[in-house]
Nanobody
Framework: QVQLVESGGGLVQAGGSLRLSCAAS????????MGWYRQAPGKQRELVAA???????NYEDSVKGRFTISRGNAKNTVYLQMNSLKPEDTAVYYC??????????????WGQGTQVTVSS
């Protein structure tokens, strides 16, 4: 079994910062990519940022220049540094990992989600 445990959400005023963390554990052979998605009320879940095993990154247009995704030294941890937060960033943020396990093989896993609320 694979678990993704997220932390770091909360309430912040517009212009403030938060740092989300996600740690993957379990029978993991290798991790292809990890990322952060978000889902606001009444909206579809969307990709916010992703990072590959080779450290290539991808960002949703509205967060470019404000959010930074990074991997921890252990490579099973991913962070999302969120600066200059806006009320429209308010959502539940989910960690995702594309990885290989034994005996399942390649699959995608999700964390439980962490609420980020930005007040105006």
């Amino acid at each position: 079994q694979v678990q993704l445990v997220e932390s770091g959400g909360g309430l912040v005023q517009a212009g403030g910062s938060l740092r989300l963390s996600c740690a993957a554990s379990g029978s993991i052979v290798s991790i292809n990519a990890m990322g952060w998605y978000r889902q606001a009320p009444g909206k579809q879940r969307e990709l916010v940022a992703a990072i590959t095993s080779g450290s290539s990154t991808n960002y949703e247009d509205s967060v470019k220049g404000r959010f930074t995704i990074s991997r921890g030294n252990a490579k099973n941890t991913v962070y999302l540094q969120m600066n200059s937060l806006k009320p429209e960033d308010t959502a539940v943020y989910y960690c995702n990992a594309d990885l290989y396990t034994i005996p399942t093989g390649r699959s995608s896993y999700w964390g439980q989600g962490t609420q980020v609320t930005v007040s105006s």
